[in-house]
């Protein structure tokens, strides 16, 4: 198992955010965890990477108890987050982003191979390589992001809405990148959306969840067709 | 229609206000400086001197606010502290008899490795509890680690002035040009722009410095990449403290007498000019230190020399009014 999370309970000051979540993620899948806005599902994800650390519970990765162990670190061992809004740094240059998504690395020549890569992926980031971050668009940002994040090498990748606020177009290329990344490179990936359909049909399995608790679990496809599913997600 | 009209009026106003502001003490300059160029060579590199001293300070006080939006009071205490070690060690080994040279590099070291151990502690005691308080909490604090520090200083050493016998000496090459600058005024600018370059490359070309830049851009972002940001932090705080050292010891070899309550004015001086520049813009404080250096010297030179500090707060108030973003300073913009 490379990521397991058992009883998790977070909270935000008092609001009782997550209220015992039980999710597993095997080594080489792709996860997708849908549900409505509020449900807790960035929260999952703040809490495995260690930013809101759960209040009880416990975040296993490879076997290691990483629940309170500081954010650098969860990176360091092999966890990436590419957060909602994507949060690119907005003053920085595309490449300047880029070094800091290596900023645990230390050897400099495959990081320039890797830079590489990740401009052969996304070929207009190697155009706009010398532009500030902030001036790009929302499709370049969050293609920026992912590149930061495979950056570090990570050996599970949490996308928390990569689908927010952008054009249909750009969001499959997206999508479609995220699958190769997951053939290409064996990188587990754990997909937080709202766009159920996209993600449930890139993903092997999926979790829903409902105010801070998972309420189903199944393959990608099954979840599809269940009539719930449909019903309070998928809009037929 | 009401609303445009008034707008039109105070941009007027604007413009009105910035010509006689300038326009005035210009028209008077141009004629003084005609009079009297070598006097105002002398005036202008002073303020220069000054200016770059501010510089020094300011620069503490804008990396920090920009890391972690605290105005750190206690800053001008790490300059006074600085000061102080430098006196002491220079002393200590004039006793002993050491060649001035080495005596000289030093104090300039053992008064950087002091202030920055004593402004990695003041972040570590005073600020990192208060990380996730109120902005005003950790400004209290601020406040009370500059008293603090000022009085723990006064009861080591001593509330007296004590001599500070100069470590830089006059060159002897300098002489034909010593009538307008000092050896010493030289000094400070060159070690001023030999600090400035080495900063700018550590900010826009290292690791540590791209990892500063990103931590002042979103925190939470930074520690997702894997920057581990309280060491930015305290590194931003070392950093600070080692260019204010370097302004405290200058600054005691050009007036050649400290004591604990140098840092205070100091300290608010370059916090004025951080603020001129543009909090949180690392050129901006730069600027807004030479400016407010060279026009408090003129100020000083062509009108009242009793109203200097006056002056300056008079500075401060003016930009709080009509431009509280500074110089180069960026409008807040929300997250999106």
């Known amino acids: 198992m490379m990521l397991k999370l058992t009883d998790i309970n977070t909270y ?34 703040m809490t495995t ?19 309170h162990v500081s954010p650098d670190k969860i990176v360091k061992m ?129 979790y829903v969840m409902e105010n801070g608790v998972i309420t189903l679990t199944d393959t990608g496809e099954n979840l599809l067709s269940n009539e719930d599913v449909k019903k309070a997600y998928l809009g037929i | 229609m009401f609303r445009s009209i008034e707008f039109i009026n105070m941009r007027l106003l604007k413009i009105i206000l910035g010509i006689t502001a300038v326009g005035i003490p210009g028209f008077f300059g141009i004629k003084e400086i005609i009079a009297d160029p070598v006097y105002f060579m ?66 300039f070291v053992f008064a950087i490795v002091y202030s920055c151990a004593y402004g990695f502690t003041v972040e570590k005691i005073a600020y990192k509890p208060l990380r996730n308080a109120p902005r005003l909490s950790a400004l209290i604090s601020a406040i009370g680690m500059s008293l603090f520090l000022q009085n723990y200083v006064m009861l080591a050493q001593t509330p007296n002035f004590l001599p500070f016998e100069s470590l830089i000496p006059d060159f002897e090459f300098w002489e034909p040009f010593a009538h307008i600058i000092t050896a010493v005024e030289m000094t400070i600018i060159v070690t001023t722009v ?29 520690s997702l990449v894997g920057i581990n940001v309280n060491n930015v932090i305290s590194t931003t705080f070392v950093v600070g403290s080692a260019t204010a050292a370097i302004g405290g010891v200058l600054i005691a070899c050009h007036v050649g007498q400290i004591n604990f309550f140098i840092g205070f004015l100091a300290g608010l001086k370059a916090f004025i000019a951080a603020v001129l520049g543009g909090i949180g813009s690392v050129p901006g404080a730069v600027l807004g230190s030479l400016v407010l250096g060279i026009s408090e010297s003129l100020f000083t030179g062509y009108f009242w020399s009793e109203y200097e500090d006056v002056f300056a707060f008079t500075i401060l108030v003016i930009i709080l009014i009509f431009r509280p973003s500074g110089i180069l300073g960026k409008h807040e913009i929300s997250k999106v």
């Open chain 2, 194 to 222: 030999i600090t400035m370059i080495l900063l700018g490359i550590l900010i826009k070309f290292t690791k540590i410095g791209k990892a500063m830049r990103a931590t002042a851009q979103d925190k939470v972002m930074a």
């Open chain 1, 49 to 67: 990477s260690g930013i809101v650390p759960a209040k009880r519970g416990t975040v296993i990765f490879k076997g290691q108890d990483i629940t």
């Open chain 1, 78 to 206: 092999g966890i990436c987050q590419v957060p909602e809004g994507r949060r690119i740094f907005p003053y920085l240059t595309v490449a300047e982003n880029l070094d800091m998504g290596a900023f645990l690395r230390d050897d400099k020549d495959k990081i320039k191979d890797d830079i590489d890569y990740v401009y052969t992926l996304f070929p207009i980031l190697a155009d706009r390589r010398n532009q500030q971050g902030g001036t790009l668009s929302g499709g370049e940002q969050q293609m920026l992001a992912i590149s930061r994040a495979l950056m570090s090498k990570p050996k599970v990748l949490l996308l928390d809405e990569p689908s927010l606020g952008l054009a249909p177009i750009i969001v499959r290329q997206i999508f479609d990148i995220i699958k190769k990344i997951n053939e290409e490179h064996k990188t587990t990936i754990f997909i937080v959306e709202q766009n159920a359909n996209l993600a449930l049909k890139a993903a092997h399995r999926g």
């Open chain 2, 42 to 107: 002398e005036l202008f590199l002073g303020g220069l001197t000054r200016g770059s001293i501010y510089a020094l300070i300011a620069l503490g006080y804008t990396m920090v606010y920009g890391i972690i939006q605290l105005i750190n009071f206690a800053h001008g205490e790490i300059y006074m502290i600085g000061a102080m070690t430098a006196l002491i060690v220079a002393s200590v080994l004039g006793l002993w008899g050491w060649n001035s040279a080495v005596i000289a590099i030093l104090a």
């Open chain 1, 12 to 45: 935000y000051g008092n609001i009782h955010a997550l209220k015992g979540i039980n999710l597993e993620v095997s080594e080489g899948e792709i996860i997708s965890l849908i549900g409505a806005n509020g449900a807790g599902k960035s929260t999952t994800l």
